[in-house]
């Protein structure tokens, strides 16, 4: 069956660094496009960075641009977000998702807290 497993989460301190994981199995990953979510408590979801099928175009939000990095290994069907620089904004439940076709996926999420 299908599943998407987020890892990598945990507490740290601002202006530290995590990598969260999101191995995939049970569908075709190398033609899925993949994004990195998160919704911290009262608010809404925010779609934090999206990678194309190759890896050929990444996108990132606003609120983390020049500090959230996606990327992907289709051979290991994992995608990753490297996150520095972390402020306490960013705590948050990180759910990973796939787009195959019209298809869509969900993991379950990986708790991210930053603060000292």
């Known amino acids: 069956q299908v599943q998407l497993v987020e890892s990598g989460g945990g507490l740290v301190q601002p202006g530290g660094s995590l990598r969260l994981s999101c191995a995939a199995s049970g569908f075709t990953f190398s033609s899925s496009t993949m994004s990195w979510y998160r919704q911290a408590p009262g608010k809404e979801r925010e779609l934090v960075a999206t990678?194309?099928?190759?890896?050929?175009?990444?996108n990132v939000a606003d609120s983390v641009k020049g500090r959230f990095t996606i990327s992907r290994d289709n051979a290991k069907n994992t995608v990753y977000l490297q996150m520095n620089s972390l402020k306490p904004e960013d705590t948050a439940v990180y759910r990973c998702?796939?787009?195959?076709?019209?298809?869509?996926?969900w993991g379950q999420g990986t708790q991210v807290t930053v603060s000292s």
């Open positions: 998702r796939a787009l195959n076709k019209f298809l869509i996926y």
């Open positions: 990678i194309t099928s190759t890896g050929g175009t990444t």
